[in-house]
């Protein structure tokens, strides 16, 4: 199935955004500075830039194995990876095509930020393999850049666009809201901004204060206000809103796409297909087994450059695969199946859903389609916590 028939069959979550093939991730741990409300793993000395591709491309090696399959994406993450230079993407590529199978139109998506999309960088990503660019903007107005501590200002972010259009069709961009200070006339504003450069996905995140940044810290001391989820909730709202109007498929709960240009990769996860993630932190899931490399860069290398593999692995069991099911399918416009239920997990799991179900289907929250359970409109902004009443904890 191509991505562009997902719109014409909503009720059939997409087999081929996987297919039996699997997705390759890549974590490019180093960036310029770090944004202060950033929990991702990264370092921002690029001392040791050269050694830790060359320890990702002998993990690509220590691992060819690992998950059997053709590779349908590929998915520069990180970090930021329009970090790397030619040649640095080079020798990954070189690698990636030594020891693994690619389907014919692969989805190779690199995530990069406007300060590094010079009209030169664009040229030598557009000559490479890259056919996707996921780009940082998260804001286009510079207060809100300043508090986050981008590395770019608000010039950037829209030139950057413009140029990055003339290089590349498929283009996303990830936008913040919920920032203290953020009135709703400036959050529809910057969803306008993107609607005029004519962007054809957008990805979109509430800002949440993680432990241990230097977000919670300024809150604790009063520099910056606290995140208030009443405003979140009623950006999430003009969000969906404006997209819908503009012609974008709310295809899972942060992620809005025209018909297209759904990201194959992120839609793999969401259904449950296997994937490899290679690079410190990067995590990995062969449809039984979570792993998750080490969040250290001088360690990772270290170990990689002695043969090991520095990595922690724990097995899914049949309720843990049910609740991860039910929590990425209610965020998806397909939603659950309770043939699918039955079929994968039993009888009993497929009655507790359809139990715990029971009272939000009543209130519209739900929705049932004949096999399908869908969260409405009115549910959206509750979605994970739908999905959690539906969770079992103990039932295997
Ligand atoms: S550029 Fe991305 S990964 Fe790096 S600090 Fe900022 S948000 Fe985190």
């Not at 087999?15 to 929990?39: E, N, R, T, V």
């Not at 990830?174 to 953020?182: A, H, K, R, T």
């Not at 297909?273 to 969040?295: C, E, F, M, Q, V």
């Not at 039955?342 to 009272?359: D, H, I, R, T, V």
């Amino acid at each position: 199935m191509k991505i562009e028939d997902f719109l014409q069959d909503r009720k059939t979550p997409p087999s081929g955004a996987g297919g039996l093939g699997i997705g390759l991730y890549i974590h490019i741990p180093f960036c310029k500075q770090a944004c202060h409300y950033c929990d991702f793993h990264f370092s921002t000395s690029l001392k040791k830039k050269d050694q830790l591709v060359e320890a990702l491309c002998a993990e690509i090696i220590l691992r060819k194995n690992e998950i059997p399959g053709v590779l349908q994406t590929i998915y520069f993450g990180g970090g930021t990876p329009s970090l790397l230079d030619a040649d640095e993407l080079e020798r990954i590529f070189k690698t990636i095509d030594a020891h693994f199978a690619i389907t014919e139109n692969p989805e190779i998506t690199l995530e990069a930020n406007p300060d590094d999309l010079t009209e030169e960088k664009l040229k030598m990503l557009a000559q490479s393999r890259i056919n996707r660019l996921s780009i940082g903007v998260q804001s286009f107005f510079e207060a809100d850049l300043k508090l986050m501590n981008r590395a770019h200002n608000a010039d950037e972010a829209v030139r950057c666009l413009e140029l990055a259009k003339a290089y590349f069709d498929n283009i996303s961009i990830d936008l913040i809201y919920g920032m203290p200070d953020m009135i709703n006339a400036r959050w529809k504003e910057n969803l306008n901004k993107a609607l005029q450069l004519d962007i054809p996905h957008i990805s979109s995140y509430a800002l949440t204060v993680e432990p241990n940044t230097a977000l919670q810290k300024f809150i604790e001391k009063g520099v910056v206000k606290p995140v208030d989820d009443a405003v979140a909730q009623a950006h999430f709202e003009i969000l969906v809103d404006t997209m819908q109007q503009a012609g974008f498929e709310n295809y899972e709960f942060s992620n809005f796409g025209k018909p297209g240009y759904f990201s194959r990769n992120n839609t793999a996860y969401w259904t449950g297909k296997a994937y490899l993630g290679i690079g410190p932190s990067a995590h990995s899931y062969d449809g039984n087994t979570r792993s998750w490399n080490i969040n250290n860069n001088p360690k990772y290398i270290k170990a990689i450059e002695a043969g090991e593999l520095p990595v922690e692995r724990e097995t899914l069991s049949l309720t843990d695969k049910y609740n991860e099911y039910v929590m990425t399918g209610l965020r998806t416009i397909w939603g659950i199946s309770l043939s699918k239920i039955e079929e994968s997990f039993g009888l009993k799991f497929k009655e507790y859903a359809l139990q715990q179900a029971e009272k939000h289907l009543e209130e519209h929250l739900l929705s049932r389609d004949g096999d399908r359970i869908v969260v409405t409109k009115k549910g959206k902004f509750l979605s994970d916590g739908l999905a959690s009443d539906l969770f079992l904890l103990n039932l295997s």
